[in-house]
């Protein structure tokens, strides 16, 4: 049996990071890191498109919990402790520089995920971090002097537990049994597929802003949107997929949205329709694009509201017009199921928040047991987000530690 003072299971970005702020708040601590696969870190390698998507240039914590379609409300608070700026300069100790993207997104200036995973190695090697591969857990137990740890491989035991293992339905299934609530998962980062004349024939276009909202609900968002072999993607369709993934879960992602290309209502729109056809009276409708959309979905919108390839402006019927104004102020797009984002596979669902102590990440139920990243019911929008959950949970966990194994 192996014996430490702390063990992490799971690894990853929020394991290394816990562990690494652990042995240097406490270097007398013995840590050891649970890993199942036979290497670590895959998740931090492919994010970002092997960029590392670190964090996101958002620096007031009640900005950034807007993020978070769960863990708003939690978050507030551990984020006046360890946010942005503190991830900054935690890597920046590290010679590693972070850049702002126009998006404001944050990555590595050697543009290269390689960075962080060898940070992350290189000092866990430094502080004689112990890590062991492919140790896939079969249960944990607690017990009086502390936890009891067996693998398919080896059984370790330890004062403190932490578990980093996100979105890993066997470590949610030994925690309900230790009376803990599973939110079930669902995936919560998602492009949308969808059958449709309009854009079937346009993949690569991108509109720079649009409104998308959900019929029959609330639900709606904003921002860029990019049409693709199958559907829809970028921000606008990324963050609503975020939003509504409980909804979409329950709908099984068959339901539809309505999207206005141009910012305008339909009056407005229909109006500037009006200009057009005096202005532009001799001109073909077809051939020329308005309200600054890309070219092709302009003319696949004209196509749909009943107005021929070669119509001028002078020809064109009203009837025509308020057709138009409709198909690019609210336009019908049926859903008809979720494509995986790039890579990137983040899920809602996990670890009832109710159940955790957001001032040290530590299990309510059970003292010396904690939890940081995705394992929690946190997720957020696309953008870095979801790593700067794991840097400050896995910090705070840390600091949690680190004094109580003081006293």
């Given at each position: 049996m192996k014996d430490y003072d702390v063990i992490i299971i799971g690894g990853g970005a929020a394991g290394f990071f816990t562990a690494i702020n652990i042995a240097e708040m406490s270097p007398s601590l013995t840590i050891a890191i649970l890993e199942r696969g036979h290497e670590g870190l895959q998740k931090v390698k492919i994010s970002g498109g092997g960029r590392c998507n670190v964090t996101h240039a958002e620096f007031t914590p009640s900005e950034l919990v807007l993020n978070y379609p769960r863990g708003e409300k939690e978050l507030l608070g551990p984020f006046h402790q360890f946010m942005t700026g503190d991830t900054i300069d935690w890597f920046l100790k590290r010679d590693i520089q972070l850049k702002i993207e126009e998006d404001g997104r944050m990555f590595p200036t050697?543009?290269?995920?390689?960075?962080?995973?060898?940070?992350?190695l290189n000092e866990a090697k430094k502080h004689h971090i112990d890590i062991f591969y492919n140790q896939s857990v079969k249960s944990f137990i607690r017990e009086l002097s502390g936890w009891k740890i067996e693998t398919i491989k080896s059984v370790f035991q330890s004062q403190t537990l932490v578990l980093t293992t996100g979105s890993n339905?066997?470590?949610?299934?030994l925690l309900k049994r230790f009376g803990h609530t599973i939110i079930d998962a669902v995936p919560s980062l998602f492009t949308f597929k969808i059958e449709d004349e309009r854009i079937s024939n346009i993949p690569g276009v991108v509109v720079n802003h649009v409104t998308i909202k959900v019929k029959n609900s609330d639900l709606m968002s904003t921002g860029p949107l990019l049409i693709t072999h199958v559907g829809m993607s970028a921000p606008a369709i990324l963050k609503l997929s975020s939003f509504g993934a409980i909804e979409f879960a329950k709908r099984d992602y068959?339901?539809?949205?309505?999207?206005?290309?141009?910012s305008l209502t339909k009056e407005e729109c229909l109006d500037a329709l009006k200009a057009c056809k005096h202005r532009l009276n001799k001109k073909t409708i077809s051939k020329?694009?308005?309200?600054?959309?890309?070219?092709?979905?302009?003319?696949?919108?004209v196509k749909a509201?009943?107005?021929f390839e070669a119509t001028t402006w002078a020809d064109v019927k009203r009837q025509q017009l308020e057709s138009l104004s409709l198909q690019l102020t609210t336009a019908i797009f049926s859903v008809e199921g979720k494509s995986t984002f790039k890579e990137e596979f983040v899920t809602a669902g996990g670890v009832d928040l109710k159940e955790i102590n957001f001032k040290s990440f530590e299990s309510k139920l059970y003292p010396t047991l904690y939890f940081a990243g995705e394992i929690l019911n946190i997720d957020a929008v696309t953008g870095g987000f979801n790593f700067q959950n794991?840097?400050?949970?896995?910090?705070?966990?840390?600091?949690?530690?680190?004094?109580?194994?003081?006293y």
């Open positions: 050697s543009d290269s995920s390689k960075t962080i995973v060898d940070c992350f339905s066997k470590i949610w299934a068959k339901f539809k949205v309505e999207i206005n290309f141009v020329f694009s308005q309200f600054q959309l890309p070219k092709r979905l302009w003319q696949e919108l509201s009943d107005i794991a840097w400050t949970g896995g910090y705070i966990a840390a600091k949690s530690i680190s004094m109580n194994h003081a």
